[in-house]
């Protein structure tokens, strides 16, 4: 396993979009999406496009929440001059199939989509997961919080 992800062992496949938010619930008054993606005061977002191995070490907060623990010198991270140690992360993309066909008893997954999934409320390691869904050969999306 790459260092550039975390220490833990992470599944590398995602079985649907699990950080596919809807606006509205039965039952219940949700924010709209623009509402929960407002920084707090004092804080900026950004969002960069990186290839793996990633170059930096992700954590898990006790009081919640997923950190920058740790860059790598000279890894794509540090080269991309924007990650610092703290920031923290709010999403990240991850690949999903969308439709599974059979073949004389083999399955064969189809459909591939790109997907935003959100940090807030989802374990660590579905989130790990999701950044190891990315193939090698694309960037892969992360959105972090930066705050002063």
């Known amino acids: 396993m790459s260092a550039s992800l975390s220490a833990r062992a992470v599944p590398v496949t995602l079985r649907a979009p699990v950080g596919a938010r809807r606006s509205v619930r039965r039952g219940s008054v949700v924010r709209a999406a623009a509402d929960e993606d407002k920084p707090p005061a004092g804080c900026t977002r950004y969002s960069i496009n990186i290839k793996r191995p990633l170059g930096l070490v992700l954590e898990e907060k006790k009081e919640g929440g997923i950190f920058v623990g740790e860059i790598v010198e000279g890894g794509n991270a540090d080269k991309s ?3 610092s140690v703290g920031d923290e992360l709010i999403a990240t993309s991850g690949v ?6 059979d073949y004389g008893g083999v399955s064969v997954k189809s459909g591939e989509e790109t997907v935003r999934l959100a940090v807030r409320g989802e374990k660590f390691d579905t989130i790990m997961a999701a950044i190891a869904s990315n193939p090698s050969q694309r960037t892969v999306t992360l959105e972090f919080q930066k705050c002063m």
């Open 81 to 83: 001059g924007l990650v």
């Open 96 to 101: 999903v199939f969308n439709s599974t066909q």
